[in-house]
């Protein structure tokens, strides 16, 4: 069995809407994960210190 994995690395904004927190990637990522629309995906958060 094969799977294969696409891996995005980028600096998003979180952003809270009325009752969701979304992860919001910068331009030119955008059209890339649309394409992954529906589809569950693994997302690893990491926070820095200032």
């Known amino acids: 069995m094969r799977v294969m994995v696409s891996i995005y690395v980028f600096e998003?904004?979180?952003v809270k809407t009325m009752?969701?927190?979304l992860i919001y990637p910068p331009k030119e990522?955008?059209?890339?994960?649309?394409k992954l629309h529906g589809k569950k995906v693994?997302?690893?958060v990491i926070e820095e210190s200032d």
């Open 29 to 34: 990522y955008q059209e890339k994960l649309s």
């Open 12 to 14: 998003a904004k979180i």
């Open 19 to 21: 009752r969701k927190f």
């Open 42 to 44: 693994k997302v690893i």
